[in-house]
């Protein structure tokens, strides 16, 4: 981008086509410094979906100190509207993520705007399920170790558990749920079975997965309470343009080969073809050749410079779903 100096209008080498891709974490870094400017513009851009529900928050401290009679009718507006739109607008934001794992060119903005759109219904649905089940499960925390101490019955410790394990396992489906959504044609109910199989089959993958987001998320929400509150301020500042897009990545790049390995590649191998997404990108035997990709081979270019030392500014120039995807049964 040139945001902090020049530099961008100078010509590397190029990257090799046929380059070896580095694996595991390596690759998630190379993604994420190659992309980290748009992962920021991500971010900006679901974290205005959550507007809604800082606008709710702010009615309902309204109507508690007497300030807005009507703040409890508002806020329950905008609460509702963020529950609708958080399911498209998570949607959304992993198709782009999911572009960038897989390295496809990615027009953020449009690409956005148009997941959004067309993944609406389903979406929609699947974010208002998660919003009522995550009130119901922070409901649960509160009223339950209160009960437990007021009573002493074995009875709620049982309850208590049952709620954590099934907020894990919603925990668990989310991982896939949007993803399978936006990656293939799959009904609304396969896709939920289908997550809910990946929550159990891919279990190690899971969990390693959930302790990062985890650790990620623990950790930030103790610097906030606990360092000086000049930081904590930074930090708050830092919240529109940090945690949600790296996060997110983190678990497409780990959760979307899941997908590929039991729900797209098997629909595949049952026609007899091979997924598009692993096939390389060469030609074909009969193909003729025409252009040699020199990508890793050429020689750096300067830029001519114009009299007086400075340098002449550089100019910069810039796939609908179709998996059916196998329910796992």
């Known amino acids: 981008m040139g945001l902090f100096g020049g530099?961008?209008?100078?010509?590397?080498?190029?990257?090799?086509?046929?380059?070896?891709?580095k694996k595991?974490?390596?690759?998630?870094?190379?993604?994420?410094?190659?992309?980290?400017?748009?992962?920021?513009?991500?971010?900006?851009?679901?974290?205005?979906c959550f507007l809604p529900l800082g606008a709710a928050a702010v009615f309902f401290l309204l109507w508690g100190s007497g300030a807005l009679r009507s703040g409890w009718i508002l806020s329950l507006i905008f609460t509702?509207?963020?529950?609708?739109?958080?399911?498209?607008?998570?949607?959304?934001?992993?198709?782009?993520?999911?572009?960038?794992?897989?390295?496809k060119p990615t027009f953020l903005l449009h690409d956005f705007i148009r997941t959004f759109r067309s993944e609406f219904k389903h979406?929609?649905?699947?974010?208002?399920?998660?919003?009522?089940?995550?009130?119901?499960?922070?409901?649960?925390?509160?009223?339950?170790?209160?009960?437990i101490d007021q009573t002493g019955s074995n009875f709620y410790y049982v309850l208590f558990a049952i709620t954590i394990s099934f907020g894990l396992?919603?925990?668990?489906?989310?991982f896939y749920v949007f993803l399978m959504m936006i990656s293939t044609n799959l009904s609304l109910k396969n896709t939920l079975k289908n997550s809910l199989a990946l929550g159990i089959v891919a279990l190690k993958n899971n969990v390693i997965t959930l302790l990062i987001v985890g650790g990620v998320i623990a950790l930030y929400v103790l610097a906030l309470v606990f360092i000086?509150?000049?930081y904590s301020m930074i930090l708050l500042f830092l919240l529109p343009f940090l945690p949600a897009s790296w996060l997110g990545l983190a678990v497409v790049f780990r959760c979307y080969p899941m997908i590929q390995k039991y729900i797209i590649n098997p629909f595949y191998e049952q026609r007899g073809e091979v997924n598009p997404e692993l096939m390389a990108d060469e030609p074909k035997d009969d193909e003729e050749i025409v252009f040699e990709?020199?990508?890793?081979?050429?020689?750096?270019?300067?830029?001519?410079?114009?009299?007086?030392?400075?340098?002449?500014?550089?100019?910069?120039?810039?796939?609908?779903k179709s998996h059916k995807g196998k329910i796992i049964s």
Do not use: Q
């Open 7 to 21: 530099g961008y209008d100078r010509a590397g080498v190029g990257i090799a086509k046929n380059a070896p891709k």
């Open 24 to 48: 595991g974490f390596f690759r998630y870094m190379e993604i994420f410094g190659r992309k980290f400017w748009k992962l920021l513009e991500l971010n900006v851009i679901y974290f205005l």
């Open 80 to 103: 509702l509207l963020f529950m609708v739109i958080f399911g498209p607008a998570t949607a959304a934001h992993t198709k782009v993520l999911k572009n960038f794992v897989m390295e």
């Open 123 to 147: 979406a929609a649905i699947v974010g208002f399920l998660d919003c009522v089940i995550a009130c119901c499960i922070a409901a649960a925390c509160y009223v339950y170790p209160k009960l």
């Open 169 to 174: 396992i919603v925990i668990l489906m989310n």
């Open 228 to 230: 000086n509150i000049r």
């Open 293 to 320: 990709d020199m990508g890793g081979k050429e020689k750096p270019m300067e830029p001519p410079k114009k009299k007086g030392g400075k340098e002449s500014s550089g100019g910069r120039s810039h796939a609908a």
